[in-house]
């Protein structure tokens, strides 16, 4: 006699739902394929050197020739104020030959908000014998704006007792840098500059 098979009942029979992190599921594969995207772009080799200005001969700026263009910056006017100097003779003083102040909006924007202690040198900012630079960006932060400028243009000195903005300058090759050091303005790296 045949022996009967025990039939084993099936309990808690329920369909397989799929994860949410499944690979098969829509957004997971988008998720996926941006992923792989991004680490490719990683990846690449950069093949693209940024344009060197033609005006340079190693760190020697060829443009830079009198009369010379001072971006002016804001503390710079108020040290000259608190040293009692006079703007443009102390400049020429310093580098030997012509040179026009530039004041940026931006800089004037800022030496506005500064309010009454900074009057003096506001004052001295809107001299008419100065040059004025009309800024398009938005926002008076004058630091980007100055910084902004001699990457695209290298034929200024930048006048700043600014620290920080000294040392965003001296990354920028070619870029000679004035302040007021010691009663009087000093200048640096600028080949053609007379010994002080």
């Not at 009454?116 to 630091?143: P, T």
Request: charged share 30%.
């Amino acid at each position: 006699m045949a022996a009967r098979r025990k039939k084993t009942r099936k309990f808690a029979q329920v369909k397989k739902v799929i994860g949410q992190r499944d690979s098969r599921l829509k957004h997971n594969q988008e998720k996926a394929e941006a992923e792989s995207k991004n680490k490719a772009k990683g990846d690449e080799v950069v093949r693209e050197i940024p344009q060197v200005s033609s005006s340079l001969f190693f760190q020697h700026n060829t443009a830079l020739v009198p009369p010379y263009s001072v971006l002016v910056d804001t503390n710079f006017l108020s040290h000259t104020v608190q040293h009692k100097l006079e703007l443009l003779p102390t400049m020429m003083d310093c580098l030997y030959a012509k040179c026009t102040p530039i004041i940026t909006s931006c800089v004037m924007g800022e030496l506005e908000k500064l309010g009454q202690k900074y009057r003096i040198a506001l004052r001295i900012a809107r001299d008419e014998r100065w040059e004025r630079l009309r800024c398009d960006h938005k926002g008076v932060y004058a630091d980007d704006c100055l910084v902004d400028r001699v990457m695209k243009h290298k034929i200024y000195i930048v006048a700043t007792n600014d620290r920080d903005l000294k040392r965003r300058i001296r990354k920028i090759p070619g870029v000679p840098i004035m302040s007021v050091a010691r009663g009087k303005y000093v200048i640096e790296r600028l080949p053609d500059a007379p010994p002080r």
